[in-house]
């Protein structure tokens, strides 16, 4: 299954990936929905979890702006705008995991996924970039629910 889901994780990224590059050069010909449907139907006979893929692409796609707002404050010196697109896209899915799906993804799965995409799909140093915001994001994630329980 976790072969499964990475490759689950990539056909997730691909889908968010070219659906907002569209937005950002004003086509809005195709929804999200029709592009993940494409991206499925191109992988069918290698992923059996569509619902993981499903439920990560729709949860980030409609939480995009909720997970903005959780990396912005934790890379103060890299503002959304300046961070590239994939880097973007691959911390929003990560962010979305830690918060959403940590009761079947252990959150250092879900980090090292995120750090894996970033070798495979950014930047030379997009890895470590991704790698420092999310920890950092999950320290603190973790303060908050161990103050909130005491």
């Not at 993981?52 to 980030?60: H, K, Q, R, W, Y």
């Not at 702006?65 to 929003?92: F, T």
């Not at 996924?113 to 915001?133: D, M, P, T, W």
């Amino acid at each position: 299954m976790a072969s499964n889901r990475h490759l689950g994780r990539i056909i997730t990224l691909q889908t968010l990936y070219e659906h907002d590059f569209r937005a950002d050069s004003g086509d809005d010909s195709e929804t999200i929905d029709v592009v993940l449907a494409r991206n499925l139907e191109r992988y069918a006979d290698k992923i059996d979890d569509k619902k993981f893929v499903t439920d990560l692409t729709n949860g980030v796609s409609k939480q995009a702006k909720y997970l903005d707002a959780e990396i912005s404050p934790i890379a103060p010196e890299w503002p959304l705008s300046q961070i590239a697109l994939i880097d973007h896209e691959i911390l929003r899915m990560a962010i979305y995991e830690l918060k959403n799906f940590s009761d079947f993804v252990p959150p250092k799965v879900a980090i090292n996924e995120a750090v894996e995409l970033a070798k495979a799909f950014g930047s030379e140093n997009s890895s470590r970039f991704i790698n420092g915001v999310l920890g950092t994001f999950w320290r603190q994630m973790n303060r908050e629910e161990t103050s909130k329980s005491e």
